[in-house]
């Protein structure tokens, strides 16, 4: 079973989360990673806004060769309300369950959401890492904070996203000539490395097989391991995978 720390209870109210938020933030840590990983995981949440039923997922790859190794879905019910800039109280209860049910412990961590690109600097992904004690980082569809010039049309291309003078992230080219995505830094890497994983993650690069994988050359914007764990609570959703939840 896969562990991490209890930090706090998560029966708080809108107002005593943004002062959890203050005070954890002066805990987050940014720099190189320690060790390079071999395993890489991702984890996304499904769910309706203003339902309180809870579709979590995790699926960890091998970094190597981008095979998965295992996966974890629940399904559950969110302890805190739709607050944007609060949806870590309402997310990582569910993805901390799933989470205690893998058998593989993964080196580094990416959410399908931000890290230090948030108000607070302190996103799911940096939220999260301080509870799992693990490097994290953040690869949204969409921008929370911070601005950006238009990065290079070519995969690999990358501009700092500015919020309020610090920069916060990166708007990452994954794919020629196709938006970029958001990546930040959530805990215990730095904003280089987790760029390196985003683009390192790309099926199509890698030519692996038919297993969730694109072919050679036709890779997705979005990186494999919350491509496949997005694919993965959908199904939950759809209750097309009984085996992870009972």
């Known amino acids: 079973m896969a562990h991490y720390l209890q930090l706090h209870d998560w029966n708080v109210s809108p107002a005593e989360a943004v002062a959890l938020q203050k005070q954890l933030r002066s805990q987050i840590r940014i720099g190189p990673i320690a060790t ?3 395993t890489i995981a991702g984890c996304d949440i499904s769910f309706n806004k203003f339902e309180e039923t809870v579709y979590a997922g995790i699926v960890v790859l091998n970094l190597e060769t981008l095979e ?3 996966e974890a879905g629940v399904i559950s019910t969110a302890p805190f309300p739709y607050i944007p800039g609060l949806l870590s109280f309402r997310e990582i209860p569910s993805l901390l369950e799933a989470w205690s049910k893998l058998k593989t412990e993964p080196d580094v961590v990416m959410f399908d959401g931000h890290g230090t690109a948030h108000p607070r600097r302190i996103g799911i992904a940096s939220h999260a890492g301080l509870f799992l004690n693990r490097p994290t980082f953040g690869c949204g569809k969409s921008v929370l904070v911070g601005k950006y010039e238009e990065p290079a049309p ?3 291309s990358w501009s700092p996203m500015l919020h309020y ?3 916060v992230g990166a708007a990452l080219r994954t794919k020629n ?3 970029p995505v958001y990546v930040s830094p959530g805990h215990l890497i730095d904003l280089e490395t987790a760029i390196a994983l985003t683009l390192a993650c790309d099926g199509g690069r890698r030519g692996v097989g038919p297993h969730g994988i694109a072919p050679r050359g036709v890779g997705y ?3 494999e391991p919350t491509r496949r764990t997005h694919n993965l609570v959908n199904a939950l959703r759809k209750g097309e995978r009984p085996d992870l939840t009972t």
């Open 177 to 179: 000539k196709v938006n």
């Open 68 to 70: 998965t190794i295992e």
């Open 36 to 38: 390079p990983p071999k």
């Open 165 to 167: 003078g610090d920069v």
């Open 154 to 156: 070519e995969r690999g």
């Open 221 to 223: 914007r979005i990186p």
